[in-house]
């Protein structure tokens, strides 16, 4: 058990060192106890915390802290049951409409994470689409990974396909790739392309709430559907909507790279 969190410069190593696969393919960083304790499917980060507040979790037998950190060797207990790490699961789920991006609905509707029930581990989805969107969406169980792609630093690549009202012409799609003025604040330059009279694709690096209907409502052009084609780089080729795989080691590595 390593009971204190590394100091600062060391922590961003082992952030990136999280990605480290040894020789035989495993993960053998060490985690924050609540990380560790979402990996084993046991609650959500914030969940975890309460367990370890309340006392409930043991790590080698003594009482684990919120700044625990642990790795494969160290013997996790929840109420005395040991616990053990599942492994970091990737998936690309072709989302269909009318399903909503969360973990759970309090109005009932179907979720994302209902669709790739047929996993053993417990993932959850990185960022958001709206429910009447399709498309490229990950999840994982790979919580630095899901944050560090969030992030709008890493300038992930969002590619949409837009159907939208009226023919947009050079001008609406020039003002769209300057960057829009919207209610909080300008957006950052797009590429914007017309693929037909009334679709335009948009490549954008942000993932600001209902981004991609408001750039276009402000040029003139309000969607009537929202398609994502790629997430990072993440094509959906093969994928119905409903289906979802797991990504190839080579597009976890990419992912990691980043
Ligand atoms: N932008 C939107 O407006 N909606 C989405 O679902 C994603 C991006």
Not at 21 to 31: H, I, K, L, M, P
Not at 56 to 64: A, F, K, L, M, Q
Not at 166 to 176: C, F, I, K, S, T
């Amino acid at each position: 058990m390593a009971p204190q969190p590394p100091p600062r410069g060391e922590r961003s190593r082992e952030t990136r060192a999280h990605g480290k696969r040894g020789r035989d393919g495993s993960d053998n960083s060490s985690v924050r106890l609540n990380a560790y304790l979402a990996r084993a499917g046991v609650a959500s980060r914030r969940k975890a915390d309460e367990l370890i507040k309340a006392g409930r979790v043991t790590v080698n037998g003594e009482p684990g802290r919120l700044n625990t950190f642990v790795d494969r060797r160290d013997r996790v207990e929840l109420d005395g049951r040991p616990l053990a790490r599942q492994p970091l699961t990737y998936v690309l789920l072709h989302k269909p409409a009318g399903v909503v991006t969360t973990v759970s609905d309090p109005q009932g509707r179907d979720t994302v994470v209902e669709l790739v029930a047929g996993l053993e581990t417990r993932v959850v989805p990185v960022g958001r689409l709206d429910a009447d969107t399709t498309g490229a969406l990950l999840l994982t169980n790979d919580g630095e990974l899901a944050h560090r792609l969030a992030h709008p630093r890493y300038e992930v690549e969002k590619v949409y396909v837009a159907e939208v009202e009226g023919e947009p012409g050079d001008a609406a799609l020039r003002r769209l790739e300057q960057g829009i003025e919207l209610d909080d604040g300008p957006t950052a330059p797009a590429r914007a392309r017309r693929l037909g009279p009334h679709h335009v694709e948009l490549s954008i690096h942000e993932g600001r709430k209902h981004q991609v209907k408001r750039m276009l409502a402000e040029v003139g052009h309000p969607v009537t559907r929202l398609h994502r084609s790629a997430y990072a780089g993440l094509r959906l080729e093969g994928l119905e909507p409903g289906q979802w795989r797991e990504l190839e080691p080579f597009e976890v590595e990419r992912l990691l790279a980043r």
